[in-house]
């Protein structure tokens, strides 16, 4: 019996970290910034299943299922929502990736490609942190430009579809389809 290589997305260290973090009341609370960009692209791409990856406090779930829409939420850092998600047709990654270790990067990128049915929406800082891990290090791992982000997402199948500009806030901020 042959088995696949253990893809880790999150270190047991940093895990504990962000559930350090996640205690804090207003770490992993500005989901719902995004509710309405993200409601929008699921009625106009006719998503019935909505995925927030990365849930934190839960916000965009919440506002969303205020809208109606079937929403499932994951975040291993947070016990309620840490169950192993299911694909859906529209995923939301919002401020999620940059918190990311560099060593478990492929692992997400490539879970978010295995849970995404036909859209991705991901919103990515690309500016430090206002807040630091208890090593010292930013809370904001990957530091990366819009291009480089895209390049990542393009090597999964996915296709860029729009990304709005948010050049006062530093985001890369994009929609992209499943192909």
């Known amino acids: 019996m042959q088995f696949g290589p253990v893809t ?3 270190s ?3 895990l504990a970290e962000q559930q350090r973090l996640h205690q804090q009341p207003a770490y992993g609370s500005r989901g719902y910034n995004w509710g309405y960009v993200v409601a929008g692209i699921a009625r106009i791409e006719e998503c019935r299943s909505i995925l927030d ?3 934190g406090k ?3 779930t919440r506002t969303l299922k205020l809208a109606n ?4 939420a994951y975040d291993p850092a947070v016990s309620e929502f840490a169950h192993p998600p299911m694909p859906a047709d529209l995923v939301a ?3 999620v990736l940059e918190h990311i ?3 478990c990067l492929d692992g997400v990128l490539d879970h978010l490609a295995k849970l995404t049915k036909k859209i991705l929406f991901v919103a990515i800082s690309m500016r430090q942190a206002k ?3 208890s090593d010292g290090r930013n809370a904001h791992l990957l530091i990366q430009s819009g291009p480089w982000w895209r390049e990542q997402l393009e090597q999964r199948g996915f296709t860029v579809r729009r990304v709005w500009p948010h050049s006062e806030t530093n985001e890369w901020v994009a929609m992209l389809e499943r192909t």
């Not at 829409?69 to 499932?72: A, E, N, T």
Request: hydrophobic content about 35%.
């Open 8 to 10: 880790i997305r999150i």
């Open 12 to 14: 047991a260290g940093y």
């Open 53 to 55: 990856y990365g849930a």
């Open 58 to 60: 839960g916000t965009l």
């Open 69 to 72: 829409h079937q929403v499932q």
């Open 93 to 95: 990654c919002v401020d």
């Open 101 to 103: 270790e560099p060593e």
């Open 131 to 133: 807040r630091w891990l």
